[in-house]
């Protein structure tokens, strides 16, 4: 691994620590409140993240996006993760709720907001369609399933159907299961989006990624410490996500006969640090966060050592081939 790898590596994540330290210093100098945490990631799901998902959604090439090999790979272990890290967290006996968001924290990848960066530098504009794919699957499908467990975990209804209906309802009224719906279905229509709602889609979806980050080292700078039993399960979940994560999807693909290209993507995007899905989900629905918050910082820390490792064992380069 070369100098000029590590160097790319680090240009790409710096940003990122950049602004969860921006919102970590606003908070500690007392110039941001501690209202602010849940306030703007209030803006985030309720606005900024609905507006990234819609305009993704509306702007997806399906052609491009019929990729079967590698969404069943990286599918396939994102759901085994998931659902594993679930069985694991129910039997050491954390509530569905929490272990839905555990399981979010072991398979979000930070498909959105390094996922493009990173493979825009590694493979340039063909970089973009495996990362949408993954992005899809990440915000929509395991968002869905989180938001499932989280729902049915915080209702004490005994009667199933009236179980189904709150968690229907909740589902239904949920704007980050909602827009993307409604992008496919724009999508499908065939009509073009007009020049003004492209503005204010890129203009408030823009937004979701460093309000998101900000709001982070808002909370990591609150009287909110961590506790030894928290912070190894930060570093198990965090391990599950940067080591376990990864060579499952590697595994998955080579079984599945991927082509080799895009089976190197798809471990990438796997091997990518925890996103922020998983703490703006513990804040909207009033779940303890300190997990959740060490497990993003450590796994972002964490990938600064591994996602070189990864790119070795790969054979890939950091910098885009001519």
Not at 180 to 190: A, D, F
Request: hydrophobic share 60%; glycine share 10%; proline share 7%.
């Amino acid at each position: 691994m070369t100098g000029a790898q590590v160097l790319s590596l680090i240009t790409i994540v710096a940003p990122i620590f950049a602004l969860i330290l921006c919102g970590y210093i606003a908070r500690r100098g007392d110039h941001i409140g501690a209202a602010a945490v849940s306030e703007l990631n209030k803006f985030v799901v309720y606005l900024a993240l609905p507006a990234l998902l819609f305009d993704v959604m509306a702007h997806a090439k399906w052609h491009d996006l019929m990729q079967p090999g590698f969404v069943a790979a990286f599918g396939l272990a994102c759901g085994a993760v998931f659902f594993g890290t679930v069985a694991v967290s129910l039997a050491v006996g954390r509530p569905l709720a929490s272990a839905g968001i555990d399981a979010l924290l072991g398979s979000y990848a930070n498909t959105a907001y390094m996922g493009f960066p990173l493979f825009l530098t590694l493979y340039g504009q063909e970089g973009l369609v495996p990362v949408t794919i993954a992005s899809i699957l990440t915000v929509c499908v395991l968002f869905a399933s989180a938001i499932v467990l989280v729902e049915v975990g915080s209702h004490d209804e005994a009667h199933p159907l009236k179980l189904a209906a709150k968690v229907g309802g909740a589902l239904v009224r949920n704007p980050l299961l909602v827009a993307p719906v409604l992008g496919v279905i724009y999508n499908l229509s065939g009509l073009p989006l007009p020049a003004a709602a492209e503005t204010f889609l890129k203009l408030l979806g823009g937004a979701a990624s460093p309000a998101a980050l900000v709001v982070i080292g808002l909370f990591l700078a609150g009287p909110r410490p961590v506790t030894i039993k928290e912070a190894w399960t930060a570093a198990g979940v965090a391990g599950i996500k940067l080591i376990v994560h990864p060579a499952l999807t590697w595994a998955l693909a080579v079984a599945l006969s991927v082509p080799p290209r895009l089976t190197v993507m798809a471990t990438l995007l796997a091997a990518l640090p925890t996103g922020t899905g998983p703490f703006m989900l513990a804040e909207l629905y009033r779940r303890p966060a300190a997990v959740t918050s060490a497990v993003i910082l450590m796994s972002t820390l964490g990938s600064l050592a591994t996602l070189p490792l990864i790119m070795w064992l790969l054979g890939v380069e950091a910098l885009p081939r001519p």
